[in-house]
């Protein structure tokens, strides 16, 4: 199984700026892809980015394009979620997730194709 674990949330005000890290076991496998979610209070689990071990693939959210950065760094097994430009509607819990590709190139965006997740770190934007 693929240990994830989030860090890198807090308070900021609205137009700042966060970077999300999210660090997974060894045991990683270079199929995996690597996704990033939130979830809102009374909201749904919805959709961020994601970003694949092996090509840097990545995929974003309408919603956070153009704000919202997406990269990872292999050697370290760590993935990174850049969030610039930072709306009040951004306040959530980020979640990391990842789930084997295999030999699969469609990059999942739905929570259950999922099979691994992190704790979760919260994400605050004043007005």
């Known amino acids: 199984q693929v240990q994830l674990v989030e860090s890198g949330g807090g308070l900021v005000q609205a137009g700042g700026s966060l970077r999300l890290s999210c660090a997974a076991s060894?045991?990683?496998?270079?199929?995996?892809?690597m996704g990033w979610f939130r979830q809102a209070p009374g909201k749904e689990r919805e959709f961020v980015a994601a970003i694949t071990w092996s090509s840097g693939i990545t995929k974003y959210a309408d919603s956070v394009k153009g704000r919202f950065t997406a990269s990872r760094d292999n050697a370290k097994n760590t993935v990174y979620l850049q969030m610039n430009s930072l709306k009040p509607e951004d306040t959530a819990v980020y979640y990391c997730?990842?789930?084997?590709?295999?030999?699969?190139?469609?990059?999942?965006?739905?929570?259950?194709?999922?099979?691994?997740w992190g704790q979760g770190t919260q994400v605050t934007v004043s007005s």
């Open positions: 060894s045991r990683t496998f270079s199929t995996y892809a």
């Open positions: 997730g990842a789930t084997p590709m295999g030999f699969n190139v469609v990059v999942p965006t739905t929570p259950a194709r999922y099979d691994y």
